[in-house]
């Protein structure tokens, strides 16, 4: 029965989580709210803020868990994508407890995790199945053979769904995270009040930055239009009037049409390679349009659904700790030399 250790820093939240024969048994998060202030996340103030949380935050996992650091049997963390410094402080905690307990080390990808968090909670999806990870920073369709071997069929070629999302709500005036405010304020309006355009990439890619675009012009001309046409530009007054005055419908329409761009993609998916058991997975999966959009498109196609809790939506360690759970039954540690990184791929065959 592995007890696994598993420590999360990829950017403004440090989570701490323990895993023991495949059962995430806690999964503690700290949040960093000095961030609002500035519109986003600062990396050199989420650094130090980790460093501040990470003690603490791994003390609490491991009593919640009623386990101590020596009945742990390996030390997982989060190597990349994410925030340098961010991913450093953690990746270097967990070195040195590997070093100090003299136990295995686990290197776990962000996003590989994320699609995993869909095996922590029964009912778990049969292999081979497909996910839709969706992030502030990412944005793929994955097709899952095993836990630990996956492939990334489709991607974004630009920008990344919750970055349509949270630059949206900036457009808006909304504060940050402005992503949740949208949906939020979705869930009052019309999605098929303002129809913005979808894109036409081949294959399985996604693309937002066009979408990003076209909302920005549709807003600088209040309505009118979303392409750039001089003599639709609006005042700043008559723009701030049409948002305060269209909220809802705008954030309606926006979330409308990300969510088709994504599921639409994960139809086209599903059709190709035949598979019914398809999962979401990432941040952006907590948006309420997209988890019923994707559960009403499930229905209307015969697919087995799954969406992981609230708690592993977002980044947590506890899909860090399962992620490390298979690889450490595949025998699949990392020497104390391994280095993290801002990007790294990840797919594995």
Same mark, same amino acid.
């Given at each position: 029965?592995?007890?696994?250790?598993?420590?999360?820093?990829?950017?403004?939240?440090?989570?701490?989580?323990? &895993?023991?024969?495949?059962?995430?048994?806690?999964?503690? %998060?700290?949040?960093?709210? $000095?961030?609002?202030?500035?519109?986003?996340?600062?990396?050199?103030?989420?650094?130090?803020?980790?460093?501040?949380?990470?003690?603490?935050?791994?003390?609490? /996992?491991?009593?919640?868990?009623?386990?101590?650091?020596?009945?742990?049997? /390996?030390?997982?963390?989060?190597?990349?994508?994410?925030?340098?410094?961010?991913?450093?402080?953690?990746?270097?905690?967990?070195?040195?407890?590997?070093?100090?307990?003299?136990?295995?080390?686990?290197?776990?990808?962000?996003?590989?995790?994320?699609?995993? /968090?869909?095996?922590?909670?029964?009912?778990?999806?049969?292999?081979?199945?497909? &996910?839709?990870?969706?992030?502030?920073?990412?944005?793929?369709?994955?097709l899952c053979e095993s836990p630990v071997k996956m492939k990334v069929i489709g991607e974004t070629i630009d920008d990344a769904a919750g970055e349509a999302f949270d630059k949206s709500?900036?457009?808006?005036?909304?504060?940050?995270?402005?992503?949740?405010?949208?949906?939020?304020? /979705?869930?009052?309006?019309?999605?098929?009040?303002?129809?913005?355009?979808?894109?036409? %990439?081949?294959?399985?890619?996604?693309?937002?930055?066009?979408?990003?675009?076209?909302?920005?012009?549709?807003?600088?001309?209040?309505?009118?239009?979303?392409?750039?046409?001089?003599e639709f530009t609006a005042t700043e007054e008559e723009k701030q009037a049409f948002i305060q005055d269209n909220l809802a419908d705008i954030c309606a329409s926006i979330q409308h049409r990300i969510v088709t761009i994504l599921l639409n993609?994960?139809?086209?998916?599903?059709?190709?390679?035949? %598979?019914?058991? $398809? &999962?979401?997975?990432?941040?952006?999966?907590?948006?309420?349009?997209?988890?019923?959009?994707?559960?009403?498109?499930?229905?209307?196609?015969? @697919?087995?659904?799954? $969406?992981?809790?609230?708690?592993? &939506?977002?980044?947590?360690?506890?899909?860090?700790? $399962?992620?490390?759970?298979?690889?450490?039954?595949?025998?699949?540690?990392?020497?104390?030399? %391994?280095?993290?990184?801002?990007?790294?791929? @990840?797919?594995?065959?």
């Amino acid at each position: 029965m592995p007890v696994i250790l598993a420590i999360e820093s990829s950017c403004d939240e440090t989570s701490a989580a323990v &895993c023991a024969d495949g059962k995430v048994l806690s999964n503690f %998060i700290a949040t960093q709210a $000095i961030h609002e202030q500035y519109g986003g996340v600062v990396p050199e103030l989420a650094s130090r803020a980790h460093m501040q949380h990470i003690v603490p935050v791994v003390d609490k /996992a491991l009593k919640e868990a009623n386990h101590t650091l020596a009945e742990v049997d /390996a030390i997982a963390f989060t190597q990349s994508p994410g925030l340098i410094g961010s991913l450093l402080v953690g990746g270097q905690f967990a070195k040195s407890l590997s070093l100090a307990l003299d136990k295995p080390l686990i290197a776990v990808h962000h996003m590989q995790a994320h699609v995993l /968090a869909n095996l922590i909670d029964d009912p778990k999806p049969a292999f081979p199945f497909l &996910c839709l990870t969706v992030s502030g920073g990412h944005t793929q369709i994955v097709l899952c053979e095993s836990p630990v071997k996956m492939k990334v069929i489709g991607e974004t070629i630009d920008d990344a769904a919750g970055e349509a999302f949270d630059k949206s709500a900036k457009l808006l005036g909304l504060p940050y995270p402005g992503g949740p405010l949208i949906d939020k304020y /979705a869930k009052e309006g019309n999605p098929n009040r303002f129809p913005f355009p979808e894109p036409q %990439i081949a294959g399985l890619n996604f693309s937002f930055s066009g979408l990003k675009t076209s909302i920005l012009y549709f807003l600088q001309n209040a309505g009118k239009s979303n392409l750039f046409k001089e003599e639709f530009t609006a005042t700043e007054e008559e723009k701030q009037a049409f948002i305060q005055d269209n909220l809802a419908d705008i954030c309606a329409s926006i979330q409308h049409r990300i969510v088709t761009i994504l599921l639409n993609k994960v139809k086209k998916a599903a059709v190709e390679t035949g %598979i019914k058991e $398809i &999962c979401l997975a990432g941040g952006v999966s907590a948006n309420s349009g997209l988890r019923n959009s994707f559960q009403e498109m499930g229905k209307k196609y015969n @697919w087995n659904t799954y $969406i992981p809790a609230f708690q592993y &939506c977002t980044d947590n360690a506890g899909m860090i700790a $399962i992620t490390a759970y298979y690889k450490f039954l595949e025998g699949q540690t990392d020497p104390i030399t %391994i280095s993290s990184s801002a990007r790294a791929a @990840w797919s594995s065959d």
